[in-house]
Nanobody, 114 residues
């Protein structure tokens, strides 16, 4: 079955950096578009970034220029490098398999202190 396991979250001061990882199994990762989403307390889950199988990327305007999504098909892993973190980036970050059917990881908490 499809499994997505996120790691790398934690507590960081504003201006700091974190790198999230999501390791996938149960499907052919190299041909699958992947995404990172986040959900802050009391808010809806929102798109952070996506990456196609060919490496094309898309970002939310709020993170463009600060976050970078990448993938390593040999490791079945998608990454989210987060720089210049802000308190408003505090959320649970989720990895998602975009197609053919949506599948989600359990999430990893990112907390940015001011």
């Amino acid at each position: 079955q499809v499994q997505l396991v996120e790691s790398g979250g934690g507590l960081v001061q504003a201006g700091g950096s974190l790198k999230l990882s999501c390791t996938a199994s149960g499907f052919i990762f190299s041909v699958t578009a992947m995404g990172w989403y986040r959900q802050a307390p009391g808010k809806q889950r929102e798109l952070v970034a996506t990456i196609t199988s060919g490496g094309s990327t898309n970002y939310a305007s709020s993170v463009k220029g600060r976050f970078t999504i990448s993938r390593d098909n040999a490791k079945n892993t998608v990454y989210l490098q987060m720089n210049s973190l802000k308190p408003e980036d505090t959320a649970v970050y989720y990895c998602k398999r975009e197609m053919p059917s949506a599948s989600w990881g359990r999430g990893t908490q990112v907390t940015v202190s001011s």
